[in-house]
């Protein structure tokens, strides 16, 4: 009889210590495995309200354009229209070209846009401005 006891104790050790060797070893990969990417490409977007404050936003994304990454992420509103996207208001602060002739300027880096946001290919580590701007 005790030689079954000492058999069943050494059983219910052995899988006791494979538990926890398991388990460090769960922990271990846990504790040390590369965060998981949320998108291939990091961009900022920088709005400049009508008062000349900035806003910074910083995504990691996979969308392709960036009119498609400011809709989703509701940074802009705007319809789309035959031009493309034409942006009424972003971060909640519209415009009105027949009150005040203002618009949203969009750019590129520094560089005024030569189209429209939703004909912006986004490029991983770009720069995206968007400024309130009177005509």
């Known amino acids: 009889m ?26 271990l990969y846990l504790g040390t495995r590369p965060e998981t990417a949320q998108g291939s490409k990091s961009i900022t977007v920088t ?3 009508a008062d000349g404050s900035s806003k910074d936003f910083n995504y990691s994304t996979d969308a392709e354009y960036l009119g498609t990454l400011l809709l989703e992420e509701k940074i802009v509103e705007g319809e789309i229209g035959p031009y493309g996207l034409m942006i009424s208001a972003v971060d909640g602060e519209a415009t009105d070209w027949n009150v005040n002739q203002s618009y949203w300027a ?20 770009s720069s995206y401005k968007v400024e309130y701007t009177i005509g």
């Open 106 to 125: 969009l750019y590129e880096g520094d560089a005024y846009a030569t189209t429209g946001a939703d004909a912006i290919v986004l490029t991983d580590g």
């Open 47 to 49: 709005v400049v309200h």
């Open 2 to 27: 005790k030689r079954k006891k000492n058999k069943t104790l050494r059983r219910t050790l052995g899988f006791i210590a494979l538990v926890l060797v398991v388990a460090a070893m769960v922990g």
